[in-house]
């Protein structure tokens, strides 16, 4: 069945650092993948989307990568700021590809 | 535009009582998810509706879980009787459509805790 990891359960970094997440997926080969963030308290925002045809994606200070090969997904947040603190979640789709299989997320804090 | 609305906010109830939760999706939204979020890990989807019919509802407890949407809008999920490990968070988002890379709205979540 598939299955999603979450480089680690917490992330800590400096403030003005780059933070990197990463997402890896076994036993299938998603043909896209979304990013969410998620606040204390709060259901998750959508970020980004990347498909396997792309193997780079931007948005302001945000940046996602996606290694067919390697089956993985990285996450990075450049100059990074105390309000980026949040938990992030990789989402691929499932296989029947008609909804989406959460990971279960890295909390970032940035410290000032 | 007005994002998912979900009531209640938070939900204290006693094993085996019986408790229901509404959501409204975005306007023009055909696809439904509820989602159950146990603490420390990712949403675990539970049902998805397509404008009022399940499209996946493999993962829903179906013994004490039931949901129904039944004019294509809003939603109800409803747990009976309640077990202790229901104390989760539960989401509702909504999406276009369903079956491609539609990003999900969420909603609040409704908190719930069983004791």
């Known amino acids: 069945s598939q299955k999603i990891e979450q480089n680690s359960e917490a992330l800590n970094i400096q403030e003005g650092k780059t933070a990197t997440l990463t997402c890896n997926y076994t036993?299938?080969?998603?043909?896209?993948l979304q990013w969410y963030r998620q606040d204390p308290g709060r259901g998750p925002v959508f970020l980004l989307l990347?498909?396997?045809?792309?193997k780079e994606k931007r948005k302001e200070r945000l940046k996602v990568t996606f290694d067919t090969t390697l089956k993985q997904s990285l996450f990075h947040i450049t100059a990074s700021q105390p309000a980026d603190s949040a938990t992030y979640l990789c989402?691929?789709?499932?296989?029947?590809?008609?909804?989406?299989?959460f990971g279960t997320g890295t909390r970032l804090t940035v410290i000032p | 535009e007005a994002g998912v609305a979900q009531s209640p906010r938070y939900k204290i109830i006693e094993k085996r009582q019986s408790v229901a939760f509404w959501c409204n999706p975005i306007?023009?939204?055909?696809?439904l998810y509820w989602y159950q979020q146990i603490l420390g890990q990712g949403p675990k989807l539970l049902i998805q509706?397509?404008?009022?019919?399940?499209?996946?509802d493999s993962q829903l407890p179906k013994d004490r879980f039931s949901a129904e949407r039944l004019k294509g809008v809003d939603s109800t999920l409803k747990i009976q009787p309640a077990k202790l490990e229901d104390s989760a968070v539960y989401l509702c988002?909504?999406?276009?459509?369903?079956?491609?890379?539609?990003?999900?709205?969420f909603g609040p979540g409704t908190r719930l805790t069983v004791t």
């Open positions: 509706f397509q404008n009022n019919g399940v499209v996946d």
């Open positions: 988002a909504s999406s276009l459509l369903t079956g491609g890379p539609y990003e999900q709205y």
């Open positions: 989402a691929p789709p499932t296989t029947g590809a008609n909804n989406l299989f």
């Open positions: 990347i498909r396997e045809n792309e």
């Open positions: 036993n299938y080969s998603p043909a896209y």
């Open positions: 306007s023009g939204h055909a696809t």
